[in-house]
């Protein structure tokens, strides 16, 4: 089993930059894809952005690229997001995932994830 604890949400004005992290329970965090998902109000959850077991290979959605960055620090068990030049449209709740399969691709679909945490708030003012 294994535990995800989102942190580094809150309220910013557009144009600013938030830094999320999610630390991972357990001493297998490295043998795990990680992803961050999230969930605008009265909208599905979407894919934001995913990134390989060691952090060499990273995959982003169209409407962050250039924006976010996701990187990982597994001696610390924690998957980070850095949000810049933060959108109103960005305001959702942010998810991360893992995903513990033997397969070594990075993926965008949800049901691939296995394991979620229970989401920080992200809010941003126009």
């Known amino acids: 089993q294994v535990q995800l604890v989102e942190s580094g949400g809150g309220l910013v004005q557009a144009g600013g930059s938030l830094r999320l992290s999610c630390v991972a329970s357990?001493?297998?965090?490295?043998?795990?894809?990680m992803g961050w998902f999230r969930q605008a109000p009265g909208k599905e959850r979407d894919f934001v952005a995913a990134?390989?077991?060691?952090?060499?290979?990273?995959y982003y959605a169209n409407s962050v690229k250039g924006r976010f960055t996701i990187s990982r620090d597994n001696a610390k068990n924690t998957l980070y997001l850095q949000m810049n030049s933060l959108k109103p449209e960005d305001t959702a709740v942010y998810y991360c995932?893992?995903?513990?399969?033997?397969?070594?691709?990075?993926?965008?679909?949800?049901?691939?994830?296995?394991?979620w945490g229970q989401g920080t708030q992200v809010t941003v003012s126009s």
């Open positions: 995932a893992a995903r513990v399969s033997q397969s070594t691709v990075i993926v965008a679909t949800q049901s691939e994830y296995d394991y």
């Open positions: 357990g001493r297998t965090f490295s043998t795990y894809t």
């Open positions: 990134i390989s077991r060691l952090g060499s290979r990273t």
